[in-house]
């Protein structure tokens, strides 16, 4: 017989775990990665591709249909493969790793994972866009009920879900704008969008690219869109106002019904891009401040996945008077049979913003986020936003060489624009530093869309997704980061220290000779190899 277990007697202090720092240590994996075309070796495979098999009705690709040459695809075995994505998995930080209130205005949340299950099921993700409405009811059924549910929170009439993104929603409302002024004939007389400079760039860049004539309207001494600028700009040629509220400042505008109907008086539109809507979702509505149209990023205030920067999703609200001009297919319902269609049959729309019908991935999921949380869960989740971004601005506006322009001592709505010119001022460290010295904490941020009326910006934005514990730690790295700018500056200036990014040379990417955005012009421009190996 074994000898009976005796218990180990150990004191408190042998059995208390090891005190942690005050910041977490942070060390990023770094395998030095080729990229995947260096990978591999002729003949590897990772699957065989089976022979048809006409005996199941399988049939060859006729000759005619197939490549004259193979596509020049890296040859890798299924090990080298995983290995290979599992190695850039961790070189990477994301939502699921990383406070991410650093992302500026992209409004980074977390996306449930039961929405992904949703659209990863075989009735969702092995849909084809060329199937006949019958049998893809069940999906349009979740985009009619998503546009339904987007009436409400913006208070239009009618919402498209086909742009991809939330640009692309802002292109489609200012093709809108477009149609509405030729069908009237004042097309030709009516060339010119006002926007503000902290309004998103999208707003201007579609406009621009629309054919429209850009005025930018600059803020006045507290951070408000200037009224008498927009007074002097607005006239006969006023075709549309676009502009965000609350800004990429976190400034809500107070006098925004009266921007509207200045614009209004004078025969123009109003567009109205809610990106920035996440701490205003069941407060007020784009209908309530007399707009004509609007547009949501799904991928920002509902919870959609930004993915790397694509697939998003974006959603325009019109009113009545535009409805004509939506773009083509509409879903609508029959009341009679229940049933749901794609009206193509629209001579006025502007057409197709793309092909098919919207990013059905992203949409599912906004259907999903919204439904789970009611009119209720929405409001809370814009008081929640707001107040963490309060809470954030009180800990960070403490943090030597910090400052917060604009709107001096009020609150602001779900974002903050802040400034380290006082840091840059006395150590001659740039906002980017910051940023680069921020990776070496296991964490990010972003500085400001240019140009930089902000000088030395920082963008932060907490939603409702974070902690008080979360913000409380990334207010400690930032001043942390504050004080060894101070205190040691070269280390701050060389970073980052523990990441696998490093800093980029600028002169590369000023130069169209050195771009290259795909392995054949990396081969040619860079490598100095013929086009195909």
């Not at 209004?264 to 539109?269: I, T």
């Not at 019908?357 to 936003?385: C, D, F, K, Q």
Request: aromatic share 8%.
């Amino acid at each position: 017989m074994s000898a009976p277990h005796t218990p180990v007697s150990v004191s408190p202090e042998e059995a208390r775990v090891a005190d942690k720092p005050r910041l977490r240590r942070f060390q990023q994996a770094s395998w030095d990665e080729k990229l995947i075309f260096e990978l591999g070796s002729p003949g590897e495979r990772g699957v065989l591709v089976p022979t048809a098999d006409p005996s199941v009705g399988q049939v060859e690709i006729p000759a005619a249909l197939r490549r004259a040459t193979p596509p020049a695809l890296p040859e890798m075995s299924q090990q080298q493969v995983l290995r290979h994505y599992l190695r850039l998995s961790q070189e990477n930080l994301g939502a699921d790793l990383n406070i991410d209130v650093g992302q500026g205005t992209c409004t980074m949340k977390y996306s449930p994972k039961v929405n992904d299950q949703f659209v990863r099921d075989p009735r969702i993700a092995a849909l084809h866009p060329l199937q006949d409405e019958d049998t893809v009811q069940g999906v349009l059924g979740i985009i009619h009920g998503l546009e339904q549910l987007l009436k409400e929170i913006s208070g239009m009439d009618r919402v498209s879900l086909q742009p991809g993104a939330g640009s692309a929603a802002i292109y489609t409302n200012v093709a809108m704008i477009r149609a509405y002024f030729a069908a009237r004939g004042e097309l030709e007389q009516r060339d010119e969008v006002i926007t503000t400079i902290f309004s998103h760039p999208s707003n201007a860049a579609c406009a621009k690219t629309a054919g429209f004539k850009v005025i930018t309207l600059h803020p006045d001494a507290d951070g408000y869109p200037d009224i008498e600028a927009l007074k002097a700009a607005v006239g006969p040629r006023t075709a549309a106002l676009l502009i965000t509220n609350p800004e990429d400042t976190g400034i809500y505008n107070p006098r925004i019904e009266e921007f509207v109907r200045i614009v209004h008086e004078a025969g123009g539109l109003c567009s109205y891009d809610q990106a920035n809507a996440n701490g205003i979702l069941g407060i007020t509505r784009a209908r309530d401040a007399g707009f004509d149209l609007c547009h949501f990023n799904l991928h920002k205030t509902f919870s959609t996945p930004h993915a790397c920067g694509g697939p998003a999703a974006g959603a325009c609200g019109v009113t009545e008077a535009l409805a004509p001009y939506l773009p083509r297919p509409t879903v609508e319902l029959d009341p009679e049979t229940g049933t749901y269609r794609l009206d193509d049959d629209r001579p006025e729309s502007v057409g197709k913003m793309r092909p098919f019908y919207g990013v059905v991935p992203n949409l599912v999921r906004a259907y999903a986020w919204i439904m789970s949380l009611g009119a209720e869960g929405l409001r809370a989740a814009a008081e929640t936003a707001v107040l963490n971004n309060n809470y954030l601005l009180h800990k960070v506006r403490q943090i030597p060489g910090v400052s917060v322009p604009y709107a001096a001592g009020r609150p602001r709505v779900e974002q903050v624009r802040y400034s380290w010119e006082k840091l840059h001022q006395d150590t001659g460290l740039h906002s980017e530093d910051i940023g680069l010295r921020a990776a070496d904490f296991g964490t990010h941020y972003w500085t400001s869309h240019h140009p930089y009326v902000v000088p030395e910006p920082m963008t932060l934005e907490p939603t409702e997704s974070y902690t008080r514990a979360d913000l409380d730690e990334y207010a400690a790295i930032l001043a942390e980061i504050a004080r060894e700018a101070y205190e040691d500056p070269e280390t701050v200036r060389t970073a980052p220290h523990r990441s696998t990014i490093h800093r980029v040379r600028p002169e590369a990417l000023d130069d169209p000779a050195t771009w290259a955005v795909s392995w054949r012009a990396y081969r040619r421009k860079v490598l100095g190899a013929a086009a195909r190996p």
